[in-house]
């Protein structure tokens, strides 16, 4: 297929570049560099420069794409509660103009990064598709906004659309990895005490309702990620939205996954036990079951793998 990927040179939209041009697909990213990088866009991979409201219709129209996959955004949480214009427009506003491209270029299919955060604080665990979703920040009331309008243009002008709602992603694929400038996932947090760049990590919180006090999430390699988006792709039918949930269905606390850490740099990584930090639900935990089902996806790296990944793709820079 000729695929449009916004956000390419992102984290995981240059990972799943890289695995959509190796399943044999042609891959052009439309990025704006806000916060990806030019030299992560995969060789082999076009890059057009731009934001999807300037550079989306131009970059479809008459160019006989089959299909999106939409991964730009902004998705830093705190920043959404500073500044929420920010991210309606940037997020929401932004989304509404490449599906607005796609409409009038003719172009039929969509996946789309959405996110646990739709969900908020869960009333239980694990998480299904079917369970309430009450954002607790503008970043997941964006992305849910998002989620909402895909359905509203499969039912009403026939678009094919998957959502596929990731919990943590982590984890690197060889030269490809996480590298934000302003960094708040935990694991690249840890692994810079180990490189020495930070000298200890905060735990956000230790009085949470949990085993060991710290929260518990649900990390998905972003390599098994990628295998989730070239079945989405398949899967998309004309005048249907499905929403996937992609975690593991296992949860693992702050404190575990600095030990994983531990264990696989060989560094001891001093901690500096601080307040929780805004807006951080307890427990996030997915059942994926939906995706294994429908699509017979099911993850395949575990969290030490993730950590390995990440470490090695840190010092091969
Ligand atoms: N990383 C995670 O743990 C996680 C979890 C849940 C959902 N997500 C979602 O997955 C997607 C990718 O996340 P990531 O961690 O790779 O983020 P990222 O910041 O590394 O990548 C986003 C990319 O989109 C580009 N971009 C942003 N706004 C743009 C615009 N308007 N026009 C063109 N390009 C634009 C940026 O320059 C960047 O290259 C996002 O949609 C995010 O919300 C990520
Ligand atoms: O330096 C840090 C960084 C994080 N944490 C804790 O580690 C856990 C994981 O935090 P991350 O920031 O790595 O991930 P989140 O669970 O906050 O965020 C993930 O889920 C969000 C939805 O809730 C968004 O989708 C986001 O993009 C995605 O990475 C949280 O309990 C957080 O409080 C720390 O203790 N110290």
């Known amino acids: 297929m000729k695929l449009l990927v916004t956000g390419g040179a992102g984290y995981v939209g240059s990972v799943v570049s890289a695995q959509l ?3 044999g697909h042609e891959v052009v990213v439309l ?4 916060t990806g990088h030019e030299d992560a866009v995969p060789a082999g991979a076009r890059l057009v420069r731009g ?7 131009a ?7 089959d299909a999106v996959l939409h991964f730009a955004a902004r998705s830093l949480v705190g920043e959404s509660v500073q500044k929420p214009g920010l991210y309606w427009d940037g997020n929401l506003g932004e989304s509404l103009a490449l599906l607005d491209a796609m409409r009038r270029a003719g172009v039929g299919r969509i996946v789309f990064s959405s996110t646990a955060a739709t969900y908020g604080e869960p009333e239980s665990t694990p998480i299904p598709e079917t369970a309430p979703t009450r954002p607790t920040n503008p970043y997941g009331a964006s992305k849910l906004a998002i989620d909402t309008t895909i359905g509203e243009y499969a039912r009403l002008h026939g678009l094919g659309g998957v959502s596929l709602r990731y919990f943590n992603v982590a984890g690197a694929r060889g030269e490809q990895g996480e590298r934000h400038t302003v960094e708040t996932h935990l694991i690249p947090n840890v692994l810079k005490v180990a490189t020495g760049e930070k000298e200890s990590v905060n735990v956000f919180g230790e009085d949470y309702p949990t085993p060991d006090g710290t929260c518990l999430r649900d990390y998905i390699h972003v390599v098994d990620l990628g295998e989730a988006h070239l079945l989405a792709l ?4 004309p005048g249907a939205h499905e929403i996937f949930n992609l975690g593991s269905g296992a949860g693992y606390s ?15 990584v001093p901690v500096v036990a601080g307040p929780r ?11 994926s079951d939906k995706i294994r089902s429908a699509l017979g996806w099911k993850p395949e790296r575990d969290l030490r793998t993730m950590v390995a ?9």
């Not at 970059?59 to 794409?65: K, R, Y």
């Not at 990944?309 to 820079?317: M, T």
Request: proline fraction near 3%; include cysteine.
């Open 309 to 317: 990944d990440a470490w090695a793709f840190i010092q091969s820079r």
């Open 31 to 34: 990025d704006d560099l806000s």
């Open 21 to 23: 041009l190796e399943a």
């Open 254 to 268: 702050v404190r575990e996954v600095i030990e994983v850490c531990r264990e696989v740099t060989g560094h001891p």
């Open 277 to 287: 930090r805004a807006g951080d639900p307890a427990v996030l935990v997915a059942s």
């Open 234 to 237: 398949e899967a998309c039918a």
């Open 51 to 57: 934001t999807l409201r300037d550079a989306a219709f």
């Open 59 to 65: 970059t479809l129209d008459g160019a006989g794409f």
